[in-house]
T-cell receptor, first 114, second 114 residues
């Protein structure tokens, strides 16, 4: 099956610093999603990004599908950015509109210190 | 919309007891997903429905687990009998078909089996 690897597994930042999180996937995919799980466990979708670059405030994401990786950039980090960041790609068993049938990476745990 | 609603938020039960987790998807979404999150295995898909019909239940760990979706606004995940290794966070999520439609997660049901 598809392998999804994220790096680094853990990251500690000082507030205000920038960071780049990486997601590698082992096979061609038609979409990729980034999620943030906050310290209370809530999973929030950040980006749906099969290719190219998208930006949302201090966060941006780039997927290079031909090279099978995606990057999540966090600029001017804040303590509220702490949590675990997951990337996910569709399962090979997904069909049609079932974009939610996902294989998740193990995540990058981010801690932003004040 | 209120988002995906799950209940209970937390449950502690004794081994051997029946556990029923409930989910109300976002109105108008035609896909519903049940995920489980553990430290060892991360986030994994258990089962998903399309228009109330189970499409793929290959992620259901064993016969002790069952899921139903009697109508478009309600789904249950049942564990009978429960075992300590079932302790995990169970997420329900929903999405609407069509490319570019993202998946929305509920806040999760935190299950502890003692």
């Amino acid at each position: 099956g598809i392998q999804v690897e994220q790096s680094p597994p853990d990251l500690i930042l000082q507030e205000g610093a920038n960071s780049t999180l990486r997601c590698n996937f082992s096979d061609s995919v038609n979409n990729l999603q980034w999620f943030h799980q906050n310290p209370w466990g809530q999973l929030i979708n950040l980006f749906y990004i099969p290719s190219g670059t998208k930006q949302n405030g201090r966060l941006s994401a780039t997927t290079v599908a031909t090279e099978r990786y995606s990057l999540l950039y966090i600029s001017s980090s804040q303590t509220t950015d702490s949590g675990v960041y997951f990337c996910a790609v569709p399962s090979p068993r997904a069909y049609g509109g079932s974009q939610g049938n996902l294989i998740f990476g193990k995540g990058t745990k981010l801690s932003v210190k004040p | 919309d209120a988002g995906v609603i799950q209940s209970p938020r937390h449950e502690v039960t004794e081994m051997g007891q029946e556990v029923t987790l409930r989910c109300k998807p976002i109105s108008g979404h035609d896909y519903l997903f049940w995920y489980r999150q553990t430290m060892m295995r991360g986030l994994e898909l258990l089962i998903y429905f399309n228009n109330n019909v189970p499409i793929d239940d290959s992620g259901m760990p064993e016969d002790r687990f069952s899921a139903k979706m009697p109508n478009a606004s309600f789904s249950t995940l049942k564990i009978q009998p429960s075992e300590p290794r079932d302790s995990a966070v169970y997420f329900c999520a929903s999405s609407a078909s069509g490319s570019g439609n993202t998946i929305y997660f509920g806040e999760g049901s935190w299950l502890t089996v003692v």
